[in-house]
């Protein structure tokens, strides 16, 4: 079974920096696409950034320069660099990733979610 468990979340005030992870356990053939998405309270959940296998990147316009998308394919992990944080980036930021499963089967994946809250 495939699970994505995202870590590093937690408080920071505003201006200050955090670093997520999502790591992919279990069974599967190889990791295309990663991604992560936030959700804040009573909101839409948004794309944050995406990251293709070959490292390619792509970001919201709102964190472009200040995030940072990554990957350690050896790992099966993703990460977020967050820089000069908001209290508007307060928000579940959730993994998700398109993962082959089998040669001829490839299915997106979540994790649950880490939170992170900006004080002003």
């Known amino acids: 079974q495939v699970q994505l468990v995202e870590s590093g979340g937690g408080l920071v005030q505003a201006g200050g920096s955090l670093r997520l992870s999502c790591a992919a356990s279990?069974?599967?053939?190889?990791?295309?696409?990663m991604r992560w998405y936030r959700q804040a309270p009573g909101k839409q959940r948004e794309l944050v950034a995406s990251i293709s296998s070959g490292g390619s990147t792509n970001y919201a316009d709102s964190m472009k320069g200040r995030f940072t998308i990554s990957r350690d394919n050896a790992k099966n992990t993703v990460y977020l660099q967050m820089n000069s944080l908001k209290p508007e980036d307060t928000s579940v930021y959730f993994c998700?990733?398109?993962?082959?499963?089998?040669?001829?089967?490839?299915?997106?994946?979540w994790g649950k979610g880490t939170l992170v809250t900006v004080s002003s």
């Open positions: 279990g069974r599967f053939v190889s990791i295309n696409a």
């Open positions: 998700n990733a398109d993962i082959r499963t089998t040669d001829y089967y490839t299915r997106g994946y």
